[in-house]
């Protein structure tokens, strides 16, 4: 009988412990202000945030907005509609879903860091280059502008050229 109660209590106290961490994190707080309860300006992702997940054991994250956009810091920032990564301590780690533009490309974003606080930087691991912002620029979310197509030039330039199906040869 004893055995049993003990059990029950076990079982009671797991259930318990398992549910609590969900609740905070789903429910009572924004994706805005788990950012900055982990040393990250809430600036990072653009207003529009539709949904998100979190798992605060492990960090990772999921960011859904309805649509694919840009949002204009010192540079442009493309976001994609779904966002993941794992948030650490002043840190975001394997990083997808946001692209920034260098010299009219567009390198995917692999991580963020915020140097100390007191410096007012922020780092944006490109790949080979780590971008630094000044960390004013993501202190509040900024809008978003819808993606516009990215093949206007090329659509324009091939509906000026056309091929002429009965004799084989480009016509403009």
Request: aromatic share 8%; charged share 20%.
């Amino acid at each position: 009988m004893i055995r049993i109660l003990q059990i029950s209590i076990l079982c009671s106290l797991l259930l318990a412990g398992i549910s609590i961490p969900a609740v905070i994190s789903s429910e009572s707080e924004t994706i805005y202000e788990i950012l900055q309860r982990n040393g990250l300006p809430s600036g990072i992702f653009p207003k529009g945030v539709t949904e998100f997940a979190f798992d605060g054991d492990t960090g990772r994250f999921s960011v859904y907005l309805n649509q694919s956009c840009d949002a204009k810091y010192e540079t442009e920032l493309r976001y994609d509609t779904n966002i993941t990564g794992t948030i650490g301590s002043a840190n975001i780690g394997d990083l997808s879903g946001i692209s920034a533009q260098e010299l009219f490309l567009w390198f995917p974003v692999k991580g963020i860091r915020v140097d100390v606080p007191s410096s007012g930087l922020i780092y944006f691991d490109v790949g080979v280059v780590r971008k630094q912002y000044s960390l004013s620029l993501f202190e509040t979310p900024r809008d978003c502008v819808a993606v516009r197509g990215g093949n206007e030039v090329e659509s324009s330039v091939l509906s000026l050229h056309q091929v002429d199906q009965t004799l084989g040869r480009n016509v403009i």
